[in-house]
Every structure is written in C-alpha cells, then in structure tokens.
T-cell receptor, first 111, second 116 residues
C-alpha cells in the first residue's frame, strides 16, 4: 500500500535541534526525501537518502533511515527562525518515478 | 536559471464554472507534473508528462479534469465543471528526465483555487 505518515506539528526553541519523524509502508521504496514548503511557495527538495543507506548528513541536516521499522527522521541542528515551514516526507518506488508525499509536519520556532 | 512558472497565482470561481491553469517548466526539462495539494495534506500527483506524452494519469478525475502539454514544453490543466472539493493549490513541477532514479523535481509556486 501507499502511505506516508507524519505528525502534524512540532514546536522547538530557537537554537535547539528539531527532529521530524516519518513512517512509510512500501518496503520497495528506493529513495526517501525531505521537502520544505514555506508559506505561499512550492516545495523545495532539502535532502534525500537511498534505501541502502542508514544515515546521511548535509550541513545542519541529518537524515536517519531505519528500513526494518520503515522509519525516517530529519534532524535540523541549531534550528533558526528561517527553518519555520512545513516539512514533507516522501517516498519513491523502485519501478516508477511517482513520489508519494506525507501530510507534512509544521515546524514552528519559539524564541 | 529561471524556475517553474505558474499562472494565475490565485483564482476564485463558482461551482460548475470552468478554470484553466498554465505552467511553464524549466527549460530543457523533459518531464512535467501536476499535483493537487488540499489544505493540510501533501501534494497528490494528478498527471505526469514525459515530453508531450502522458506517463501517469491514474489519479486524474477524467470526467472533469483535463491536461495537455503542447510541443513538450508548456502545459495547461483544466477543470470543467468545478466542484467545491476542487478547492486546493495546484502545483506544477518539472524534472530533467523523470525516470527512476534520483531525478529532482522542481516546483512552481502553485495556483490557489477557491471554489465557492
């Protein structure tokens, strides 16, 4: 089945780390993505991870993948006010280029 | 490099009226996607074009939605007649190839449709 689930909201203090979690159902997914959507804008690809990787780090972003539990997380270190946005987890099947998106997690930053 | 352009940015229509959205992808991108994003949800793929051929339109409500991609470049998405549940943001995206593999999709800003 096709399903990607995320919690709806996350609030963190400026300077702390944010961890956004996602679970997916399709074990054949090849690529897993994190997209960012700011108000009134389209989606922007933040980072992605291949299904044969456990972790990927890119500056302040760390992606962790647990294939056994079908769990993906995005950690944002030193969260800033500019990180306020909706973050979408997405998966891509091995055999097609169709991407399935979760419902998004709204990250808000408090001073 | 210019991004994906969409117009109009906002549209308000009454139910049973018709509406059309336009998308100009990034130059040289072979694949073009139309997504529907209902408030509080993630984008859902409506149709995918590879050049000017349809690759996937399994989620397009074909009784009221239609899309075309002329000469493999610009695309239009039409709704006729519109229903209240069509209120959403319609996102256009393009990618270089669209084949399996890490082929990044670049999104336009979207058209927010309100059906009253």
């Amino acid at each position: 089945g096709e399903d990607v689930e995320q919690s709806l909201f996350l609030s963190v203090r400026e300077g702390d780390s944010s961890v956004i979690n996602c679970t997916y159902t399709d074990s054949s997914s090849t690529y897993l993505y994190w997209y960012k959507q700011e108000p009134g804008a389209g989606l922007q690809l933040l980072t992605y991870i291949f299904s044969n990787m456990d972790m990927k780090q890119d500056q302040r972003l760390t992606v962790l993948l647990n294939k056994k539990d079908k769990h993906l997380s995005l950690r944002i270190a030193d969260t800033q006010t500019g990180d306020s946005a909706i973050y979408f987890c997405a998966e891509k099947y091995s055999s097609a280029s169709k991407i399935i998106f979760g419902s998004g997690t709204r990250l808000s930053i408090r001073p | 490099e210019a991004g994906v352009a969409q117009s109009p940015r906002y549209k308000i229509i009454e139910k049973r009226q018709s509406v059309a959205f336009w998308c100009n992808p990034i130059s040289g991108h072979a694949t073009l996607y139309w997504y529907q994003q209902i408030l509080g949800q993630g984008p859902k793929l409506l149709i995918q074009f590879q050049n000017n051929g349809v690759v996937d339109d399994s989620q397009l409500p074909k009784d009221r939605f239609s899309a075309e991609r002329l000469k493999g470049v610009d695309s239009t998405l039409k709704i006729q007649p519109a229903k209240l549940e069509d209120s959403a943001v319609y996102l256009c995206a393009s990618s270089l190839e669209g084949t399996g593999g890490r082929d990044e999709q670049y999104f336009g800003p979207g058209t927010r449709l309100t059906v009253t």
